[in-house]
């Protein structure tokens, strides 16, 4: 069997790394210097050099400089279209409060207790006069009878402040200012009730605010048929890409089975569109004027059902990716090539750069890539000869493919690995194409009802079966490992083991094991020496989270307590905050501190506490005020929390602090009043809404 690795026939994926790299640099390193243009038009002028010298000499020795520049220039097309978003996405706002002229692009969202509007900022009012923005922004509306009654189109005038966007300052915490600017929003603000008014409604619409009111039609007709609770959720995930009514029951019980990738619109379930209407125009294959009409029909039916989902990211890239195999198919009998993948990611990289940073652009093209480059040696390690045998063992051999390319990515952002995602696709694959195509009919036939009511009922049926074969993998024993951590560099280094790996055992290059056995001597080194660095790990964290004021104090992995002033559900409330750093020191479940509790080195009596030495003091109401004392507690960190109105100077003859600690869930008002306390006070002290979370070793 020929291993479909050699690079020369590939020409598109050659091209591919050099624009990759020239986004990983605008964006990693030439973006936060300031000085892109100057960057730019040096590398530039050092491609004109080089394309110069080539011409003026033309000599067959200089013939290399012909695949430099290319190279070059792709480098510079990566680093210029990178910086060209970023500029466009970035937004100097006004530090003080003005008037803003919004208008919602999306229908708002409903979260626990705010409204989140999409909407973009069109003009701003200041002393200086009115000024047209047009940057995108997320404003967040104080939830009310009102602000429910929101729509897309409606124009809004807000009092407030908008921020550029930014993390929290938690360790280890998901990126979600950079998440934010790759999704093209340029900041964020909140207004509470009577800082905004409905302006007027704009009944205009771009053609993806069209595609989703359609979104919307359909998402109502599936309502109509009687879908509702769990399988109506589960549908409008699969067959529109409509997630905000999954429930977080249904994520987990997906996300273990090793199911999730279901449940996001995109290559899966294109794929198994691609193939029905390629089945359905199968008697076009003869002639080679209809082979060419079978795909022009096939690639509209596929951008016609993009459109219908709202043009989500995820499909459109799966629709590109299916077109251009369309395309290909013209030509040949085996479209689905390396090369064919490099040309999709090469488009939508340069339609948009942010691609890269993905997760389901990630995934997608790795697992595509594992299934092209190792499905076809896997499946034939093994000798199937009946039918089902075949298709069975052929679904597992795709499976294991993919996984084996896509398990890095995975166990990066998830930390999580499914043990029986085999089970889970032999059971699940079938189940979703049935679906699929069940739906499709159903959404079709609405012009016979009876029809369609039979449909709706075996789709139903469907769905329920699904969810029930996900929740029986989900309960077998072992069905997933938990609390995997992954840095960057141990993505890349799996990533090398994979190569040489390939290499050795599927092309028999004894080179490539020189290489495969010390990549995998420093994987194990970069573990060992990030076991003795988590050592010492005992610490005291004070988290920035808004709705949970929390200290964590740290013993040891097995050890850990949380000091909150929150009573329920404390772990579930940090859960954005702390997770990813629980799962990177391996943290067993915190402890909840009662009010009275006594151990080794740690001593807690309601609201003040003493840990390896270091004492805390958590404000979080009017408890201590009007009370005097002869002499003030030492105390390390006073802790000031929500509920507490008074002033710090009441608190400063009973405590003489040696930091103070303003927590997020402070209000702007109270904690410039904090602040400027202290500094007349003389007082150290730390925000942590500006400075992030402050962790302090012992």
Known sequence: MQFPLHLHRYPFLRFLV?????????????????????????????????????????????????????????????TGITEFHLSTTHHQWSAEKCIYKVLLTAPPTEKERTILCPVTVLTKRDSCGIHSIQKDILLYLTKDSISRRLKRGDQLLFYGQISAPHNSGNPEEFDYASYLIHQGISGTAFAYTGNWLSAGHNSSRTIEQIALDYREMLLRKIKKLGFSGDEYSVLSALVLGYQNELSEEIKTSYSISGASHVLSLSGLHIGFLY??????????????????????????????????????????????????IALSKIRNNHPVTLNTLAVAALLMLVYNPFYLYDVSFQLSFSAVAGIVLLQPWIYSRINVKSRIGKYIWGLMSVSIAAQAITAPIVLYYFSLFSTHFLLTNILVIPLVSGIMYLAVFTLCLEFIPPIQSILAFLLKEAIKLLNGSVAFVEHLPFSSINGIWLSTTDVAILYLVLLFFTFFFILKKRWALF??????????????EERYQQQSMRSIVFYNTRNCPTIQLIESKKTSYLFSAEKDSVPQKLRYAAQRYWTKLGLSNPLILPPDYQGTGIWKHKD???????????????????????????????????????????????????????????????????????????????????KGALQIPL
């Open 18 to 78: 050099p624009l990759i790299l020239g986004i990983y640099f605008s964006h990693s390193f030439l973006h936060e210097t300031g000085c892109g243009g100057i960057v730019i038009s040096l590398l530039l002028l050092g491609y004109f050099c080089s394309f110069l010298i080539y011409h003026h000499f033309k000599k067959y020795t200089y013939r290399w400089l012909t695949g430099v520049s290319i190279y070059w220039l792709l480098f510079i097309i990566g």
């Open 275 to 324: 193939f029905l209407l390629d089945f359905i125009l199968s008697f076009a294959n003869r002639r080679k004027e209809s082979l060419v009409a079978k795909q022009l029909i096939i690639i509209t039916a596929l951008w016609g059902f993009a459109f219908l989902t709202g043009l989500l990211s995820p499909v459109v890239r799966s629709v590109t990716m299916f077109s251009l």
């Open 515 to 528: 290489c495969l056995l010390p990549c995998i001597l420093f994987l194990c080194l970069f573990h060992a």
């Open 608 to 690: 003040i506490l003493c840990f390896e030495g270091k004492t805390i003091c958590m404000i979080k109401d009017d408890t201590w005020r009007n009370k005097v004392s002869d002499h003030p507690l030492y105390i390390d960190y006073l802790y000031l929390c929500k509920g507490y109105k008074g002033r710090l100077a009441w608190l400063m003859p009973l405590f003489n602090a040696q930091k103070i600690v303003i927590d997020a869930s402070v209000s702007d008002y109270h904690r410039e009043s904090f602040k400027k306390e202290c500094r007349l006070l003389g007082v150290n002290f730390v925000s942590l809404s500006e």
